[in-house]
């Protein structure tokens, strides 16, 4: 489209971009159901996972210091061989997918540290998540909500 050649003129780019909007990957508006949700629970509704995350949370609040998370994702390509029909992946399937490392100073790791971190998963967010899913994405229109799995997790978000 013309859009297109602009942007390809104007960046210097010479070819469309492999995630841009040319190339069918804009998403458009995220729904309220989706918008809200943390990256432990985009995880646990996603269909299949590529890699391994970890996470270094700072918990010294000391004057100096600020509270951070860092992450990081390495993405590999690869062939999907079967996709996982019943979501949420169980609280259990958590320990296998992301790792926690706390900085701290001789101070002993609380559930208050990990209250506003991306780790938290509120199942009444899975759910809505998941039927939003069910009901406007094709590569969900046959999953199963594990109501098993969705009580795994603690209705405040804590991790069990």
């Not at 489209?1 to 942007?7: E, G, L, P």
């Not at 949700?37 to 000391?62: C, G, M, P, Y």
Request: hydrophobic share 40%; proline share 6%.
């Amino acid at each position: 489209c013309s859009s297109c050649s602009r942007c390809i003129k104007h960046h210097s780019f010479t070819r469309v971009p492999l995630y841009g909007w040319a190339n069918g990957c804009w998403t458009g508006d995220v729904p309220e159901e989706l918008a809200c949700l943390t990256f432990a629970e985009e995880l646990v509704i996603s269909r299949a996972h590529a890699t391994k995350t970890w996470f270094k949370l700072n918990a010294d609040q000391t004057r100096h210091q600020q509270r951070a998370s860092h992450g990081n994702v390495c993405i590999h390509p690869h062939e999907i061989v079967e996709l996982t029909n019943q979501l949420p992946l169980h609280a259990n399937a958590l320990y296998d997918q992301i790792v926690v490392i706390v900085v701290t100073n001789d101070q002993a790791a609380t559930a208050e540290m990990f209250s506003r971190t991306p780790l938290l998963v509120r199942p009444d967010k899975l759910v809505l998540a998941l039927r939003w899913l069910r009901q406007h994405n094709r590569l969900y229109h046959d999953i199963e909500i594990d109501p098993i799995a969705v009580m795994s997790y603690n209705p405040d978000g804590s991790l069990p």
